[in-house]
Nanobody, 117 residues
Framework: QVQLVESGGGLVQPGGSLRLSCGTS????????MGWYRQAPGKERELVATITNGGHTDYADSVKGRFTISRDNAKNAVYLQMNSLKPDDTAVYYC???????????WGQGTQVTVSS
């Protein structure tokens, strides 16, 4: 059974940094588009960032210049470096693995990020 396990969330002050990690047991990790999404209380889940096997990245406008997504295909892992955090970044962050155009679409259980003074 495919598992995605996030870690690295927590409480941080505005302006601080956190690094999220997502490890997975997926076979054929390189085939997957990896992404981070987040869901704040009372809001819909939204895309934060994605990264292809080739390293092409896309970001939500709200995090451009502050967040960096990366992946390590040798470790079956994806990361999200979050800098200059704001209270609006407070949410549960989810790791996602999918093959576009297929039924292969997996989610982690989420990790809470809280930005507050």
């Amino acid at each position: 059974q495919v598992q995605l396990v996030e870690s690295g969330g927590g409480l941080v002050q505005p302006g601080g940094s956190l690094r999220l990690s997502c490890g997975t047991s997926i076979s054929g990790f390189r085939l997957y588009l990896m992404g981070w999404y987040r869901q704040a209380p009372g809001k819909e889940r939204e895309l934060v960032a994605t990264i292809t096997n080739g390293g092409h990245t896309d970001y939500a406008d709200s995090v451009k210049g502050r967040f960096t997504i990366s992946r390590d295909n040798a470790k079956n892992a994806v990361y999200l470096q979050m800098n200059s955090l704001k209270p609006d970044d407070t949410a549960v962050y989810y790791c996602n693995a999918r093959i576009p155009g297929s039924l292969y679409n997996y989610w982690g259980q989420g990790t809470q990020v809280t930005v507050s003074s």
